[in-house]
C-alpha cells in the first residue's frame, strides 16, 4: 500500500478516535444546581414551620367586611380580587403599604397575623368591630426538573410543605432522582441552597419540610436518563464506526 494510502488510513483512524471520544463526553450529565447534602437533623431546622415575613414587592389585598370603600382587592366584594385583575397595593422599599382613609402603614417585617392585628387596631378608630383579612398574592413556589408539571405556584395557606407542592405539580417522573433535591432559598446575598435525600426521610418527616416563598424545588434526573435518550444516536454512530474498523483491518 503506497504512502499516501497510509497517510488517509491514519487520518480515518484519528477521525474515527475523536468521533468516539465526543459520543463518550456527551453522555456527561450536567447538574442544575450543586452543593453539599444536608443531614436529616439540619433539613427540620432550616424547613421548620414558620410565619412568613411581608417584605418589599409583597402584593397586599385588603378585606374589611362591609367595607368595600376602605378595601383593597376585597373578598367580599362582587368584583374579583386575584392579582391579574390589579386589586392590590405593593409594598415599598420601607416596608410600608399606603391604604384607604389610613394613609401609609408599616407592614413590612410582621407576619400576616400580626399585620391584620395591627390593622384591626387602626381601622377600630373609624369602624365598629372591623373584620378583616388580609392576604399577599405573590408568594409562590416554583418547581423545576422531573415533575410532572413544572412551573410556578402560588402559595394560598399560610403554611404550605413539600408534599403538598409535591402534590399539586402531579409527582414525580419516573426518572426523578429523589436522593438529591434541591432547594434554592433566598434572594442575592442571602441566597442558599440545599440538598435534601427524600428516600431517608419518612412520610411524616416529608410532611414536615415546610417551604416559603420564593422558593425554587428542583428533582433532578437520574444518569441512566441521559443515556437512554442517546442510545438511539449511540447505537448507529456505534455501527459506523464498527463498519470503518472492519474496513481499515481488511485493507491493511
Same mark, same amino acid.
Given at each position: 500500500?503506497?504512502?499516501?494510502?497510509?497517510? &488517509?488510513? @491514519?487520518?480515518? @483512524?484519528?477521525?474515527?478516535?475523536?468521533?468516539?471520544?465526543? %459520543?463518550?463526553?456527551?453522555?456527561?450529565?450536567?447538574?442544575?444546581?450543586?452543593?453539599?447534602?444536608?443531614?436529616?437533623?439540619?433539613? =427540620?431546622?432550616?424547613?421548620? /414551620? =414558620?410565619?412568613?415575613?411581608?417584605?418589599?414587592?409583597?402584593?397586599?389585598?385588603?378585606?374589611?367586611?362591609?367595607? #368595600?370603600?376602605?378595601?383593597?382587592?376585597?373578598?367580599?366584594? %362582587?368584583?374579583?380580587?386575584?392579582?391579574?385583575?390589579? @386589586?392590590?397595593?405593593?409594598?415599598?422599599?420601607?416596608? /410600608? *403599604?399606603?391604604?384607604? /382613609?389610613?394613609?401609609? *402603614?408599616?407592614?413590612?417585617?410582621?407576619?400576616?397575623? =400580626?399585620?391584620?392585628?395591627?390593622?384591626?387596631?387602626?381601622?377600630?378608630?373609624?369602624?365598629?368591630?372591623?373584620?378583616?383579612?388580609? &392576604?399577599?398574592?405573590?408568594? #409562590?413556589?416554583?418547581?423545576?426538573?422531573?415533575?410532572?408539571?413544572?412551573?410556578?405556584? =402560588?402559595?394560598? /395557606? #399560610?403554611?404550605?410543605?413539600?408534599? #403538598?407542592?409535591?402534590?399539586?405539580?402531579?409527582?414525580?417522573?419516573?426518572?426523578?432522582?429523589?436522593?438529591?433535591?434541591?432547594?434554592?432559598?433566598?434572594?442575592?446575598?442571602?441566597?442558599?441552597?440545599?440538598?435534601?435525600?427524600?428516600?431517608?426521610?419518612?412520610?411524616?418527616? &416529608?410532611?414536615? %419540610?415546610?417551604?416559603?416563598?420564593?422558593?425554587?424545588?428542583?428533582?433532578?434526573?437520574?444518569?441512566? &436518563?441521559?443515556?437512554? @435518550?442517546?442510545?438511539?444516536?449511540? *447505537?448507529?454512530?456505534?455501527?459506523?464506526?464498527?463498519?470503518?474498523?472492519?474496513?481499515?483491518?481488511?485493507?491493511?
Amino acid at each position: 500500500m503506497g504512502t499516501i494510502g497510509c497517510t &488517509k488510513i @491514519k487520518k480515518i @483512524k484519528q477521525l474515527c478516535a475523536l468521533a468516539a471520544l465526543f %459520543i463518550m463526553s456527551s453522555c456527561h450529565t450536567q447538574r442544575l444546581f450543586v452543593g453539599d447534602a444536608m443531614s436529616n437533623a439540619s433539613a =427540620q431546622e432550616v424547613f421548620a /414551620k =414558620q410565619a412568613q415575613i411581608i417584605q418589599p414587592d409583597d402584593k397586599i389585598t385588603l378585606s374589611i367586611w362591609d367595607h #368595600e370603600e376602605l378595601s383593597i382587592g376585597s373578598l367580599f366584594g %362582587i368584583y374579583n380580587s386575584n392579582e391579574v385583575y390589579g @386589586k392590590w397595593v405593593l409594598v415599598n422599599d420601607a416596608g /410600608k *403599604v399606603m391604604l384607604p /382613609k389610613i394613609g401609609a *402603614v408599616k407592614l413590612g417585617g410582621l407576619t400576616i397575623s =400580626q399585620a391584620t392585628d395591627t390593622l384591626t387596631i387602626i381601622y377600630s378608630r373609624l369602624i365598629v368591630n372591623p373584620v378583616i383579612v388580609l &392576604k399577599v398574592l405573590n408568594r #409562590e413556589v416554583t418547581v423545576l426538573g422531573e415533575v410532572k408539571s413544572p412551573g410556578t405556584l =402560588q402559595l394560598e /395557606k #399560610e403554611y404550605t410543605n413539600l408534599v #403538598e407542592v409535591l402534590g399539586r405539580v402531579g409527582g414525580t417522573e419516573y426518572y426523578a432522582d429523589a436522593r438529591i433535591v434541591k432547594v434554592i432559598r433566598g434572594k442575592d446575598e442571602s441566597k442558599k441552597e440545599y440538598s435534601l435525600d427524600l428516600t431517608k426521610l419518612s412520610t411524616i418527616e &416529608k410532611e414536615n %419540610i415546610w417551604l416559603q416563598g420564593g422558593d425554587v424545588v428542583y428533582f433532578p434526573p437520574f444518569k441512566r &436518563k441521559t443515556l437512554q @435518550k442517546e442510545s438511539g444516536t449511540l *447505537v448507529p454512530l456505534a455501527a459506523i464506526l464498527s463498519s470503518i474498523a472492519i474496513f481499515l483491518t481488511l485493507v491493511k
